[in-house]
């Protein structure tokens, strides 16, 4: 099983330019989510999906956009890149029901110039 | 708001010791609480998780003590191994709710 595949798996981008990442699972998971990870700052939620059709915003929403464009995909938007968004970026699914766990991608590296 | 706390940040253990790292939470309105561990240039992957009705889940050298009073919990890796290094993350969430509260993570070494 692939899980959920991230893609690209490292991207350089300059302040201003934008970018989509690209979220894809295979789990049959209704729920989908987008954090960040920086050093001693855990794991930041930034937008989730609860199901196909809906979106929601998480802790740190701004200057970032989502799609979820069906049940296996959950793209995340950055309009106009900045240096503070250099992070590594997580998508993450999960199944409907109490308390399930999250299966994460494996990560983008993103670095903002 | 930190409403998971976890400690330490990191950790350095030498091999066949025991590593403990700590959260605390606030809201007891929390009745799932799952680790997950994170190797380097991966992403985060469940552990092993527990349920407020069990003071302790033991899966292989991994247990979950769980306070419910204290409101604490806690990972104990029993003869830590190097390939244990990893950073972990301690989460809590509410019945019904599919958005987890995550730790700030602990980096473990375990030192052959």
């Known amino acids: 099983n692939a899980g959920v595949t991230q893609t690209p798996k490292f991207q350089v981008l300059k302040t201003g330019q934008s970018m989509t990442l690209q979220c894809a699972q295979d789990?049959?998971?209704?729920?989908m989510y987008w954090y960040r990870q920086d050093p001693g700052m855990g794991l930041r939620l930034i937008y989730y999906?609860?199901?196909?059709?809906?979106?929601d915003k998480g802790e740190v929403p701004n200057g970032y956009n989502v799609s979820r464009l069906n049940k296996r995909e959950f793209s995340l938007r950055l309009e106009s890149a900045a240096p503070s968004q250099t992070s590594v970026y997580f998508c993450?699914?999960?199944?409907?029901?109490?308390?399930?766990?999250?299966?994460f991608g494996d990560g983008t590296r993103l670095s903002i110039l | 708001q930190q409403q998971v706390k976890q400690s330490p940040q990191s950790l350095i253990v030498q091999k066949g010791g025991i590593s403990i790292i700590n959260c605390a939470y606030e809201?007891?309105?929390?009745?799932?609480f799952p680790w997950y561990q994170q190797f380097p240039g991966k992403g985060p992957a469940l552990l092993i998780a527990?349920?407020?009705?069990?003071s302790e889940k033991k899966e292989g050298r991994f247990t979950i003590s769980f306070n419910k009073s204290a409101k604490q919990f806690s990972l104990h890796i029993m003869d830590s191994q190097p390939g244990d290094s990893a950073t972990y993350f301690c989460?809590?969430?509410?019945?019904?709710?599919?958005?987890?509260?995550f730790g700030r993570g602990t980096s473990l070494i375990v030192h052959p």
């Open positions: 993450a699914s999960s199944p409907t029901g109490d308390n399930q766990p999250q299966h």
């Open positions: 789990m049959n998971h209704n729920s």
């Open positions: 999906s609860a199901s196909e059709g809906t979106t």
């Open positions: 809201n007891t309105a929390f009745d799932y």
């Open positions: 527990i349920r407020p009705d069990v």
């Open positions: 989460a809590a969430s509410i019945r019904g709710s599919y958005i987890p509260t």
